[in-house]
Each structure stands twice: as C-alpha cells, then as structure tokens.
C-alpha cells in the first residue's frame, strides 16, 4: 500500500511542472475569459460590471461580428477539402519509390515550416498589382482584379485561402505520409494475389488504414482554420470592406484595439462553441464510419 | 536492494529548493544593490532601425553622464504590436516610466488615468514646443510632443512633362490635380496620374481628411457633441477624391511610394519617411515636395499631422526624474540631433525647427510649410470608433458600393451614436 502511495506521489510529482503551466497559463486564464464575457470589462478601467449575457445578445446583432463568422466560416469549408486532399495526393505521390523522392518530400515541407509573417509578407507582395502572380494570370489569359487580389473585396478572402492551403499542405502530407508507412505490405500483396486494381487497393486497403490519420489532420485543421489570423494581421487588417474580417482578427481588434475586453471575450467563447461543436460532430461522423467499415 | 523513488525524489527535490533559494538570495542582494544607488528609468519606444538607435543610446549615455543619480532601461517596441504591448503593460501595473505614444493614441491612454498630467510642464514650455493639441483632454495635458510629421504632395515632374503638361510647378488645386492626374494616366499602364490609398485601416482616413479640412469640413462640430460629415463640404471633398482616386492607381501606401520612385506614379500624398529613401536612392527623375492642393486658389492648404509625443505613466515610482528626462530629449539639441538622425524634417521644439529650416533643402522645406496649418484628428477618448466609421465610409466610397453622400451619411449616424455615449 505503501509502496502504490509512493509511486503515485512520484508520479504526481514528474507530472506537476506541466499541471502548474497547464493551471496558470491555460486553465486560468480561460476561465477568466469565461468570467469577463459576461461583465463590461474595459482594459485599463477600474470598474467592472456584471451584466450577464448582455454581451452575447449585443454579437449577435452585430453586423460586423456575423460578417467576420461568414468569412470565418467560407474560409474553414474553402480550406480544409482541398488542403487533405492535396496532402494526401501529395503523400500518395511522394510515397513511390522514384528517384529524388526525398527531396521532393523536404520541399514540400519547407513551406510549413517557414515563419508565416514572412510567408504572408511574400504573397502579399506576388498578390500585388505587378506582382508575380498577377502576370502570370495576365500572361495565361486569366481575368486579375483591377487592383491587385488584396486589394479586391472578391479577391482578397480567396487569395489568403489559397495561400494557406499552400503553406497547409507540407505538413499535412508527412503525417499522411507516416499513415501511409504503418500500412503492412502484406496486406497489398494479398490483395494483389486476389487480383485487386489499384484503385481497389486505394479504395478498400489505403484509405480505411488513413482514417484515424484523416480524422486528426481534419480536426486539427479545423481548428487551426476557424482560428486563422496572422495572416489576415498582416497582409489586409480584415479589409477591404471587412472582406477578409475573420472571427480571431474581430477579437483581437475588440479587445486590444479598442479595449472592450468583455465583449471580446464573449466573441472568442461563441467561435470556441462553434469549434467544440464541429470537433464533435467530426468525431461522431469519423466513430460512425469507423464502426460501419468494422 | 530496495528501491525507494519517493525518498529519492525527496532529497532531489530538497536540495533543488536550496540552490533555487541561493540564488534568489544572490540575485536579490545584486538587486538591491543597483536600487539604492540609482534612479532606475526605463524608457520604451519605437526608434530600432540602426540609423536612429544609435543616436537614441547617445542621449541616454549623455543623460546618464550629466545625471549620475539616473541609469536608463531603453527598451525597443515595433510599429506592428507596439501599441498592444502598452496597453497590457497599463493594465498590468507593469508600464514604464516613460513611453512614447503615437498622437491619436494619446487621449485613450490619457481617458482611464494612466498617464502623468503635465500641465504644470506644459504652462512652463508651451511657446518651445508645437502641436500640443493630440496631448489634451478636457483642458489638462498627458504627453509632451517629441517629433512631428505631415503628409504633402510628391510629384514626378519628368511624367508631367511627358503627358504635355505645360507647368513647371506642381498642381496647386483641386481641378489641376485632377486634370493633370487625368492626362498622366492616359499615357496608359504601367502610369498613373495620381496615387490613391487603399483600403488601409489607420491609413486611409489620413489621406481623405486634408480634401476634408482644406474644403473647410470638419468630422465632429467644435464642442465636439454632433458629426459634420453630413456637411456639404464634407461630401463635396469625398466626391472629390473619389474621382481622383478613379483616374490614378489605387494600391498601399508601401506599394504606392515604390511606384512613386520607379517614376510610374505623378502624383502621391506621404510623409517624410519617402524623403529619407529619395536620400539614400535618389530616383533618376525631377521631383518637387509641394503644399497638398486646394479646393480654390486662394484656400489654405490643410494637411494630417501626427507625431511621436513623450508620455509618464501616473503610477511610476520616479515621475520626476522621467520628466526631467523627457525634457532633456525635447530640448533644442537632442531634439535637433534626432530628427537629423531620423530623417525627419519637423522636431516639436521650435528652436530646433528654426534650425532645421536654415540647413534643409526646399523638399524638406515644404514639410515645415505644411505643418503650420496642418490639423489632427479630434481629440476623443472613442477616436478609434469614430475612426472605424469615418474610414468605412471612404472605403464604401472609393470602391463604389455606395454614393458619397449614403457613405457620409451612414458615418454621420454611426458617429453620432458614439459621441452620445
């Protein structure tokens, strides 16, 4: 007995360091955040006021916050399909034994591990008007707004999109990529044996082994979608014409811009519901799959 | 042999707490040590780019020297988080001692009681130093003007030439501006006639509000309670620039000052940080600094004017010693030395401008002309709202979702609503 006491206590012991961060720099202050969403804190103000859900009710009838959860919300759907399904192609093509293989691998990967100020410096200047990326459309016949795709309000959420899925891609296609390792040999060569196609292989051996891959890269980047920001800090500040406004970048702005911590902290509670709210029905939908393929 | 990890762990954990604790206590008496011999400041600010630290760190060793008593912490803040930083450390109770603010941000800071009232300062040094008007709030003062800067026209005269303007002087008003933009951009891409902000936040009200002021609008009435954006000579000015900004390039600010000096661009507004890259990479085309025109010949032309000011927070155990300091950097010498340095041709002391203008060249020039009747945005605790409203309004305009008028007026409404609260 008390040999099990001692052991549990060195156990709690290792595992404290990380509680006391966990405590103090996460738990704390999101709990806090939770207190703040329902007063009218103001930063640098010495009176705060319960005022209950005031705050939420006020969101939801502000045109700017509905605005900045669309764009919020075209910016998640527009991403992640095509962010797994490049990933996967990608994993699936740098998986063959070819020659340089290797490098393609790291190239791809490079981009993920760039700082994403300085990606995001970069497109905004290939997006200008003179840009790279602008003549090449020019140069391929392709129609470029007037000026420049930031500076265009139908332009401007499409082309941070595709900068993501861009810089997405690397790091999503190596997790894949180790997916696509722990999938046992044998079992192809089985399937060869009965006179399976590739693409019955793909079908029907690939991609179920992929599932509990797919569901984390889903999920994580779901995550990291509806919490896109920096890139919008840097390159169009949620403009032109809100255009690019999204859920993070409203918060920020409320908050530190314009000191209205409590009602930014309700905006960021109503995007961690939304968030919790798709991890969830992501995990029924992939658990439902799961079991009906067993 | 039996292992025991608990009592193992026990004695690990005790004898870490013992070195932990020698150090604190070693780290505490060096502490103590620095604190009770000297005043310790610590002065946040912007200026990190190497021409211009240097001369900062200058100050502060000669400031040291003359003060022995004084040591000063300089620490470097970025334009891009700059202002988030400041604000946390105001509400932390971890502000420095002296920080510099940006003008249009002085009167939030100065609206929840953090910064020093200088008043009594401002009494004593109010005919030495310009544009005290960013720094007041209901008749007190909160921060000491340290440099200026205004925006004035820039213009390519090679690319008026090229389009047969028959000029040698840059356009002085409204209808020269536009014609003459008009006919530099029919010399067709890559030129433009005039170059127009874009959608910018914090940028592209500072563009639209010299066409405002120099048509005799104004955003709020003087008492500062109703919205005159709803004026004639309000929309009449946004018309206006929506039309200018029509015939040229609409692009960023960055953008547009590199087309400026690649010669693609006739006309731009900005301030004298393109003044500083014409001095290291002189564009090899003729160009002149010019008032910002005006409606009529005959108007006086109304430029934006901000500025770096130098603030104290309230809470600072050293208030004193930090506006003796303050005072020191917003004297003649230093303030003459660090606009040298900063390439800036507007230092708030007067004496130094005085000597600015007698060594500078007419580009430079220009700027001092120009900010002697320039303006600042109004000084109110919710200028970020109003802000908000007043550029989504040039922004609906210069892209056309809406009228000038149906943009004004919707601004007007917003505006109003925020002045009533």
Redesign the interface.
């Known amino acids: 007995m008390n040999r099990m006491t001692?052991?549990k206590?060195?156990t709690f012991?290792f595992l404290l360091p990380w509680l006391i961060t966990l405590s103090l720099f996460w738990l704390y202050p999101l709990l806090h955040s939770l207190y703040l969403s329902f007063t009218d804190y103001e930063?640098?103000?010495?009176t705060t006021e319960f005022i209950g859900l005031q705050n939420y009710i006020r969101l939801f009838g502000d045109p700017t916050f509905l605005e900045a959860l669309k764009n919020t919300a075209i910016f998640v759907i527009g991403t992640i399909p095509f962010t797994t399904v490049i990933a996967l192609g990608l994993a699936l093509l740098v998986n063959r034994k070819i020659p340089g293989a290797q490098i393609f691998r790291s190239g791809y990967f490079v981009p993920s591990i760039t700082s994403l100020v300085v990606m995001a410096l970069i497109f905004t200047n290939l997006y200008?008007?003179?840009g790279y990326l602008t003549m090449l459309c020019d140069f391929a016949g392709l129609p470029t707004p007037d000026?420049?795709f930031l500076?265009s309000?139908t332009t401007a959420l499409p082309a941070i999109m595709a900068m993501d899925i861009w810089i997405a891609c690397g790091y999503y296609m190596l997790l894949f990529l180790a997916g696509l390792k722990s999938i046992p040999e044998e079992q192809y060569e089985a399937a060869e044996l009965d006179g399976a196609s590739s693409w019955d292989k793909f079908w029907r051996i690939t991609l179920p082994q992929l599932r509990p891959i797919a569901l984390y890269i889903i999920l994580i980047n779901t995550i990291k979608s509806f919490q896109v920001f920096v890139e919008v800090f840097v390159m169009t500040?949620?403009?032109?014409?809100n255009s690019t406004l999204t859920a993070v970048y409203f918060v920020y702005d409320r908050g530190?811009?314009?000191?209205n911590m409590g009602y930014a902290s309700a905006a960021a509670y109503v995007l961690f519901l939304i968030i919790m709210l798709f991890a969830l029905v992501q995990m029924r939908v992939f658990k439902v799959g799961r079991s009906t393929a067993e | 042999m039996t292992v025991?990890?608990?009592g193992i762990?026990l004695r690990a954990?005790k004898r870490l707490i013992a070195i932990l604790l020698l150090c604190s206590l070693l780290l505490l008496s060096c502490g103590e040590n620095a604190d009770n011999d000297k005043i310790q400041l610590s002065f946040w600010q912007f200026w990190t780019s190497p021409d211009v630290k240097p001369t900062i760190e200058g100050f502060v060793t000669e400031y040291e020297e003359l003060h022995p008593d004084t040591e000063i912490e300089l620490i470097d803040l970025t334009w891009s988080d700059g202002?988030?930083k400041i604000?946390?450390a105001?509400?932390t109770d971890a502000a420095p001692d002296i920080v510099e603010l940006g003008s249009d941000w002085i009167v939030?800071?100065a609206d929840?009681?953090?910064l020093m009232d200088v008043s009594e300062f401002h009494a004593a040094h109010v005919d030495e130093l310009m544009m005290w008007e960013p720094a007041q709030l209901d008749g007190a003062v909160y921060a000491i003007p340290w440099l200026l800067g205004t925006r004035v026209m820039y213009c390519n005269l090679d690319l008026m030439h090229r389009a047969d303007i028959d000029s040698d002087r840059p356009p002085g008003t409204w209808k020269e501006l536009l014609s003459w933009s008009g006919r530099i951009s029919e010399l067709g891409a890559?030129y433009y006639g005039f170059g127009s902000n874009?959608?910018?936040?914090?940028r592209l009200y500072k563009k639209f509000l010299p066409f405002l002021w120099s048509n005799g609008g104004r955003i709020v009435s003087e008492d500062g309670t109703t919205c005159r954006l709803d004026q004639v000579e309000a929309i009449d000015a946004l018309r206006y620039y929506v039309e200018l900004s029509d015939v040229g390039?609409?692009?960023?600010q960055r953008?547009l000052d590199d087309?400026f000096l690649a010669g693609e661009i006739g006309f731009i507004l900005s301030g004298d940080w393109l003044l500083r890259r014409i001095a290291t990479t002189p564009p090899d085309f003729d160009l002149k600094t010019a008032l910002i025109p005006v409606p009529n010949d005959g108007d006086t032309s109304v430029s934006f004017f901000g500025g770096e000011y130098l603030a104290i927070s309230n809470n600072s155990p050293n208030r004193d010693a930090a506006l003796q300091f303050a005072e020191y950097l917003v004297s003649r010498k230093p303030n003459y030395s660090f606009c040298t340095a900063a390439g800036s041709p507007t230092p708030a002391n007067v004496e130094a401008a005085r000597m600015m203008a007698e060594k500078t060249d007419s580009n430079a020039l220009t700027f001092l002309n120009q900010i002697r009747t320039a303006r600042t945005s109004p000084a109110h605790p919710k200028w970020?709202?109003i802000e908000e409203a007043l550029e989504?309004a040039v922004?609906?305009a210069i892209?056309h979702?809406v009228s000038p008028v149906e943009a004004l007026l919707e601004a007007t409404n917003s505006i109003n609503e925020i002045l009533a609260e």
Do not use: W
């Open positions: 001692g052991r206590s060195v012991a930063l640098l103000s010495s200008s008007k003179g000026r420049g500076l309000e500040k949620g403009g032109p014409l530190l811009h314009k000191f | 025991k990890p608990f762990l954990m202002h988030e604000v946390v105001f509400s939030e800071f929840k009681g953090v890559p874009s959608a910018e936040r914090h390039l609409m692009e960023t953008t087309k970020v709202h989504r922004e609906q892209y979702q």
